[in-house]
């Protein structure tokens, strides 16, 4: 919030008829208000319904000592506000909680200020300084000079007397903001003779480095965004100020006026300076094709973003082409407001950065229709969201019942809008700071709930719909096969924020600089790496498997790797070095000849050291810097420079899974994968012999993946007490992890569900299939034999979850989502198929022969009956 040089002060009572008008003084910025304990109401009025137009300098320092006064102005938009020493005292009290760069001290008025007195108030740096009434301008000028520019406060200056055009220029001059009454200043001196021009004190207030004294300014609309790069000088400045339009310095023909020949005209918004006051910024309403001779909008191409889209669905608003999709949101408002609702519910149950981002976009398109249907801008909505970044009055914050209570956006879509806010703002007492809502999760009983019921309470949290997510990944993976390593680098520099990232992949050997890291990590990889080896490589089939299954007919199945392996390691809101060894070790034991790892880069197109580090421990052969669907894309069909490869691993978002379903269902891929996945989920069987803090840590250890994620505990007969107890250890752990919001998203769908029995423990257990279980339980091991699904078991009171996770030998890389019914975690057998042979002696081919006749016959195969007569002929002419 820089000060401008100059800032009009206004008569918000009695408005006045003459001098500078409230349109001209919005185009300078700033305005200046005395508010007074006669004039207070008026002024909340006031204030909020010119927000929009300017950022206020209000004096308060005749107002009293009344906080909640004052701390009101500024909850309505007062940007700064001059205050006396003794206002400024009580309103540096922490718990009202105002950034001191939003008070302004003011020097006791009177006719002699003296050095000392002036020192003293500028010596604050965190304050502004106000010099009212000054009538020996000289003495505060040369101050100033001696003082200096630099590294100072700001410091407002207004006048006894009428101000004399001179003097005010010296005081810009050295960097203060001085404040004259509105009815004393004009933008036009022709029609106003006698007033001091705004543009000339706007000017000299500016400083110029080049020959030809112009000033270098920047054109940008009213989202900040550049429309391009022109010169003023101080006539095109005040014509400017004057006509309320752009008008600038041209090189070669003088004073330009924006649009005059061209009709894209500019309507001026506001001039401002930057910090040092050698460049200026014209914020303007461009009218016409654009500011750029070329057409565009901008002088650096089109426009992108929020601002193209607002640009479209103006155009579309204005005139829709029949039949288009948005035509038919602007004249159906049932349909927009139910979309809006819909892509709210989908942005609420996204998890990672790329689902988040793309249900954003969603929600913004359909929020920005219902904007320009009803005239409201972008700018609009950045005042609004100004205005709220200035409000010092703290609220709860708490959701309305409607929404707190767990209801859908669709139960509650035909609720009628809430009533309009009333015109003058009502002061809202402070919110004392109470403790965090407590993380506890929601607690059953299983004798009181019908199997309907508990299968209804253990249901994951929802995913989006397979039509919503296949109407997103289709269309990558078709681009991916199509366009290869274009389509591929288009979509990691868009989904993972990497603009300036030139290739997508990285090839083997691996610079020892991108593999840096500390003898305490490198130590602890390669221990897991010799755990996770040694469990795998004991899965080895010693020999292959022989059977005579009658004499003369010998069957055997024998194993063999699979020769290229795409393997995809997570990389949104958590690294996982982890999971590139689970998946890069097992492929090096089976002996897979091509390794592909598959990560999301950093924002700087680098990937982590860890997996670099394991890239090169398992000898992988390249690593492709992209996530998503477009990394599953590419793993199975290739590009330009990523190898395709013949299975793909690893865990991954839905669209990761989504995609590998399309391609392992795609015959034009010829590609397998490992299993369904979804998020991480752990479920506990803890009695009455369980730590309390050992079940908080195993819950809160899977709950910290992501928001989607859920944990269950299942209670063995514990009392109040005893639940109690784990209750509070997981509150008071989660409170301390740095994911605690994390956490509070995935302990919102979980659940405790108390069980009376071990076997009832189980049995829940079984119908839930988690991918990890834990049994803190007495007599754990015995009670193995009672499990029938889950991904990975854990036994024992002295085996967290995290120790699978990392290096205690296992893998890591499970059947989530209710498929441990179904599939195995990743294991050697993940990464080989097995062939088969049938070897038969003449004897054994007659003792079958006949029985293989029979049953090709019965199904009408006559060239397999065929075969096998052939043969048998062949040995009854031979004997």
Request: charged letters at 25%; hydrophobic letters at 40%; aromatic letters at 6%.
């Amino acid at each position: 919030m820089a000060a401008a040089p100059l800032i009009p002060a206004y008569d918000f009572v009695a408005p006045p008829a003459t001098g500078l008008s409230i349109q001209s003084i919005s185009h300078l910025s700033w305005i200046f208000l005395s508010v007074t304990a006669e004039n207070y109401d008026q002024s909340l009025e006031f204030i909020p319904q010119n927000f929009s137009r300017f950022q206020f300098l209000v004096d308060v320092s005749t107002l009293g000592s009344d906080a909640t006064q004052i701390k009101q102005l500024l909850n309505v938009g007062a940007s700064k506000v001059i205050t006396s020493l003794k206002q400024l005292e009580s309103l540096r009290d922490p718990k009202l909680q105002i950034e001191d760069d939003r008070l302004i001290l003011a020097i006791p008025r009177g006719d002699n200020y003296t050095r000392e007195e002036f020192e003293n108030a500028i010596r604050d740096t965190s304050l502004g300084v106000f010099v009212p009434d000054v009538a020996d301008v000289g003495s505060v000028t040369g101050w100033l000079e001696e003082y200096g520019t630099d590294n100072r406060p700001p410091v407002y200056i207004s006048f006894k007397s009428k101000p004399v055009l001179e003097e005010v220029i010296d005081l810009v001059k050295v960097n203060a903001s001085v404040i004259i009454d509105s009815r004393e200043l004009t933008a036009d001196s022709k029609k106003e003779d006698g007033l001091l021009n705004v543009g000339t004190i706007y000017a000299n207030a500016l400083k110029s480095d080049r020959t030809d004294g112009l000033f270098t300014t920047l054109v940008v609309d009213e989202q900040g965004v550049a429309l391009g790069l022109v010169y003023s000088s101080k006539e095109s400045i005040s014509e400017s100020l004057k006509t309320g339009s752009g008008v600038y310095q041209s090189r070669k023909r003088g004073l330009w006026y924006k649009g005059a020949t061209s009709g894209a005209t500019q309507e001026l918004v506001r001039i401002d300076t930057d910090c040092d006051g050698d460049c200026l910024r014209f914020t303007v309403r461009q009218k016409g094709k654009g500011f750029c001779h070329l057409e565009t909008r901008t002088c650096f191409g089109s426009s992108t973003g929020i601002g193209a889209l607002q640009a479209t669905l103006q155009s579309r608003f204005a005139s829709a082409p029949e039949g288009s999709y948005t035509a038919r949101l602007f004249n159906d408002p049932k349909l927009l407001r139910a979309k809006i609702m819909e892509e709210a519910e989908e942005l609420c149950d996204a998890t990672s950065k790329d689902d988040v981002a793309w249900e954003a976009a969603d929600l913004i398109y359909f929020a920005l229709t219902k904007c320009v249907s009803a005239g409201v801008s972008i700018a609009d909505i950045e005042k609004n969201l100004d205005a709220k970044s200035l409000k010092v009055v703290r609220r709860k914050g708490d959701a309305k019942d409607k929404w707190a209570n767990g209801q859908k956006p669709q139960e509650v879509a035909a609720a009628a809008p809430p009533p309009p806010a009333p015109s003058k703002p009502i002061e809202v007492p402070v919110q004392k700071e109470t403790e965090s809502d407590r993380i506890q999760m929601t607690r059953y009983s299983s004798a009181a709930l019908s199997s309907n019921e508990l299968e209804a309470i253990l249901k994951r949290p929802s995913q989006k719909s397979s039509e919503t997510i296949m109407g997103i990944v289709n269309p990558i993976i078709k681009a991916v096969r199509e366009e290869g390593d274009k389509a591929l680098l288009g979509y990691t520099q868009k989904f993972d924020r990497c603009p300036d990232l030139k290739s997508t992949v990285l090839k083997a050997p691996y610079p020892e600089s991108l593999m840096t890291l500390t003898p305490e990590v490198k130590a602890a990889i390669d221990l897991s790496y010799e755990n996770i080896l040694k469990f795998h490589a004991a899965q080895k089939e010693a020999k292959p498997l022989v059977v005579e299954t009658m004499p003369g007919v010998q069957c055997s199945r024998f194993a063999r790797p699979i020769e290229r392996v795409g393997l995809y390691i997570p990389g949104g809101t958590a690294v996982l070095p982890s999971t590139a060894l689970m998946l890069g070790v097992p492929a090096v034991v089976a002996g897979c000849k091509t390794i592909v790892f598959a990560s999301p880069p950093r924002p700087d197109g680098s990937i982590t050291p860890e997996i670099v580090y394991i890239a090169h421990k398992v000898g992988a052969e390249a690593i492709v810097l992209a996530g998503g669907a477009q990394a599953v894309a590419a793993l199975a069909y290739g590009t330009q420079s990523v190898p395709k490869v013949d299975k793909i691993l690893g865990p991954g978002n839905q669209f990761v899974t989504a995609a590998k379903m399309v391609v392992s269902n795609d015959t034009g891929a010829t590609v397998s994968i490992d299993m369904p996945a979804g998020p991480s989920e752990v479920l506990v069987i803890a009695d009455k012999t369980a730590n309390p803090a050992f079940v908080a840590s195993d819950l809160l250890s899977q709950a910290e993946h992501g928001i989607d994620s859920q944990v269950v505990l299942l209670a063995v007969d514990l009392s109040d007490d005893e639940l109690q107890a784990i209750d509070e250890e997981l509150h008071k752990q989660a409170m301390a992890l740095p994911r605690v919001d994390i956490v509070r998203g995935a302990i919102a769908h979980s659940v405790t569900v108390v069980v009376d029995t071990i076997d009832k423990a189980f049995e829940v257990s079984n119908l839930y299939a988690p991918e990890h279980l834990i049994l803190q339980i007495a007599d754990a091991k015995a009670c193995v034999e009672k499990v029938q699904n889950a991904g990975s078991v854990f036994i024992g009171a002295w085996t967290p979850e995290s120790v699978g996770d990392y290096s205690a030998g296992v893998n890591h890389s499970l059947p989530t989502y209710g498929y441990a019914k179904q599939y195995s975690g990743v294991n050697l057998a993940t990464y080989v198929k097995h062939i088969t042979s049938s070897e038969l002696t003449a004897d054994g081919l007659r003792s079958l022969g006949t029985a293989v006749m029979d049953l090709a016959a019965v199904e009408g195969l006559d060239a397999h009956r065929m075969a096998v007569k052939i043969r048998l002929d062949h040995m009854a002419k031979s004997s």
